[in-house]
T-cell receptor, first 114, second 112 residues
Framework: GNSVTQMEGPVTLSEEAFLTINCTYTATGYPSLFWYVQYPGEGLQLLLKATKADDKGSNKGFEATYRKETTSFHLEKGSVQVSDSAVYFCALRGMDTGRRALTFGSGTRLQVQP | DAGVTQSPTHLIKTRGQQVTLRCSPKSGHDTVSWYQQALGQGPQFIFQYYEEEERQRGNFPDRFSGHQFPNYSSELNVNALLLGDSALYLC???????????FGPGTRLTVL
């Protein structure tokens, strides 16, 4: 079945540092890939997505590129802010569930210090 | 646009009891999915409802059941509660045409 593996957190960075959160996946066919963000006490918000190989999703300074050869979708940001502190989830939507269900990783907590 | 709304926000039950959680989808959405998020984990897919029928189910026992109403709102029912059912329950709505899921704030269920 489908699975998503994320780097364990917490990741602690100083403001304006470069961020990378690693994500790799296992799936049959060509899944769609997503990054969601969860702020304290809130539900999930879609951050960015990519639906085919070599697509780059981007939003609010965050980027991730769909790499089929390495089955990866790493999240990057050039300069983090304190307001980026949250839990980040990598997810996929695969063919085996008719593209209906999302499969999530376990999440990576990001803490940005001023 | 109110977005996806869920009620109640928090709920405390004891083992063996039954619980009903409610979800109203975003305006224009006709599909509702439910997820369970245990503490420190990613959400796990429970099931999805479309046209008032369950059309996809994750690896959850029959104690978990649901319903979708003609106005597209949905309920999640859990019978014979176990301590391990304590979690944040997330509802996500989507359009059958676009299929991007929007999440509500969740219901925090605590089973004592």
């Amino acid at each position: 079945g489908n699975s998503v593996t994320q780097m364990e957190g917490p990741v602690t960075l100083s403001e304006e540092a470069f961020l990378t959160i690693n994500c790799t996946y296992t799936a049959t066919g060509y899944p769609s890939l997503f990054w969601y963000v969860q702020y304290p006490g809130e539900g999930l918000q879609l951050l960015l997505k990519a639906t085919k190989a070599d697509d780059k999703g981007s939003n609010k300074g965050f980027e991730a590129t769909y790499r089929k050869e390495t089955t990866s979708f790493h999240l990057e940001k050039g300069s983090v802010q304190v307001s980026d502190s949250a839990v980040y989830f990598c997810a996929l939507r695969g063919m085996d569930t008719g593209r209906r269900a999302l499969t999530f990783g376990s999440g990576t907590r990001l803490q940005v210090q001023p | 646009d109110a977005g996806v709304t869920q009620s109640p926000t928090h709920l405390i039950k004891t083992r063996g009891q039954q619980v009903t959680l409610r979800c109203s989808p975003k305006s224009g959405h006709d599909t509702v999915s439910w997820y369970q998020q245990a503490l420190g984990q990613g959400p796990q897919f429970i099931f999805q409802y479309y046209e008032e029928e369950e059309r996809q189910r994750g690896n959850f026992p029959d104690r978990f059941s649901g319903h979708q109403f003609p106005n597209y709102s949905s309920e999640l029912n859990v019978n014979a509660l176990l301590l391990g059912d304590s979690a944040l329950y997330l509802c996500a709505s989507s359009s059958s045409r676009v299929n991007e899921q929007f999440f509500g704030p969740g219901t925090r269920l605590t089973v004592l």
